[in-house]
């Protein structure tokens, strides 16, 4: 959802509960949701059909829920409906998750808009577990930039103390924000916002693969994102492997899962099809299916991006996720199967060598 996409749409369906909640999804001329991986608000749930609803543009430009003959129904207020016209403020349930109709925010966010960042949330759990930057392998947080509103209302004065901010301030402010910056596997620094191009990379595929209208500009759009994010030289791999970047990059996230808990992740690269995170002993298992969300700040607007994915691979505190709609992801029941692959030679080296990094770091500060 970048800033060109926002001026184009004026509502958004925002997931209220769930591993989806937080994320927003444009409303178009069509948004389908379902348990199909083809789905713009994909539902993991066995009692979500493959097509379950959508929002569709009737003649009068309204945008309308209609229910796709579901096996469990779409609900608004508790009545079951098959056709409900939509207005800001309505929110529908299917099955379990709840789901708001409602206007874009766009209000901005006392952020440096040219900046990209993506924020980490303080609650109780986070000041226990992962204060200790070091450890977790991420960036400092970035300080208040010279003339920035703080938190407490006032301006950040140039040459101020106060702009070489400290962990525990930021931490006593409530969130940690981490300039967010992707470089390519030759070093070169991706410009603009990697997540943003990711995920409307993924939503016009999408809708393209769909059949649905797309208009010139938007096919234009999606051409100019692929060619950025594939490999400008691509290994031979498996024909069912495509070839898309993988940007190296340090930045939090929370990969939620199923039963509702929540991990602290350190995102280590990203790409179109999946990621690869830093998770200290986790016990997350192999297939399992999980959700990575990233709150993020692109220019000043706020935004929680969520992205479906299966792990793809486990080795001891990291862990290899591909997205849903990646090769692998299979279609059996929508979700059930994925293909198994061990690492390989490449990624079981970059393992190595942060477990080899990390052990040699605390034996420094043991040893200090």
């Known amino acids: 959802m970048t800033g060109e996409n926002l001026h ?5 369906v925002r997931v209220l509960n769930g591993p989806l909640r937080g994320a927003t999804h444009l409303v178009a001329e069509r948004l389908g949701i379902g348990r199909a991986s083809s789905s713009d608000i994909q539902l993991v749930h066995d009692g979500i059909s493959r097509q379950h609803a959508q929002i569709v543009t009737d003649e009068q430009g309204r945008h309308v829920l209609v229910d796709l003959d579901s096996s469990n129904g779409t609900f608004i207020e508790g009545q079951r409906i098959r056709r409900h016209v939509l207005i800001p403020g309505t929110a529908f349930k299917i099955m379990r998750v709840n789901m708001v109709y409602e206007e874009i925010d766009e209000s901005r966010l006392a952020y440096d808009d040219s900046g990209v960042f993506a924020v980490r949330k303080i609650d109780r759990e986070t000041l226990r577990g992962t204060i200790d930057y070091g450890e977790l392998d991420l960036p400092q947080p970035a300080a208040p930039r010279p003339g920035e509103l703080l938190s407490d209302g006032h301006i950040q004065p140039r040459g101020s103390a106060r702009h070489r901010i400290t962990a525990p301030v930021a931490q006593a402010r409530g969130e940690e924000r981490h300039r967010v910056v992707a470089t390519r596997k030759d070093g070169s ?4 916002s990697l997540i943003d191009d990711i995920v409307d990379y993924r939503e016009l595929r999408t809708r393209i693969a769909r059949g ?18 594939r490999d400008p030289d691509p290994v031979v791999r498996p024909p069912a ?10 930045f939090p996230a929370k990969l939620r899962l199923g039963s509702g808990d929540e991990h602290s992740a350190g995102v280590l690269d990203l790409g179109v099809d999946g990621a690869r995170l830093r998770i200290y002993g986790h016990r997350i298992e192999h297939d399992q299916i999980v959700w990575l969300a990233i709150h993020l700040v692109t220019r000043g607007r706020a935004r929680t991006v969520v992205l479906t994915g299966r792990v793809a691979w486990t080795c001891r505190d990291h862990l290899g996720i ?27 080296l970059r393992a190595v060598r942060a477990t080899l990094g990390r052990v040699a770091l605390r034996s420094r500060r043991a040893s200090s």
């Not at 184009?8 to 958004?12: I, P």
């Not at 010139?216 to 994102?225: D, I, S, V």
Request: aromatic share 14%; with cysteine; hydrophobic share 30%.
């Open 322 to 348: 591909g997205f849903a709609g990646a090769p692998g992801w299979e279609n059996h029941g929508g979700y059930r199967r994925i293909s198994a692959r061990t690492m390989d030679f490449g990624e079981q």
């Open 241 to 250: 492997r495509r070839n898309f970047s993988r940007f190296q990059c340090r």
């Open 212 to 229: 649905d209208r797309v208009p010139e500009q938007g096919r234009e759009t999606f051409a100019a994102l692929e060619k950025r994010l």
């Open 8 to 12: 184009k749409a004026s509502k958004w």
């Open 189 to 192: 620094v991706y410009e603009g």
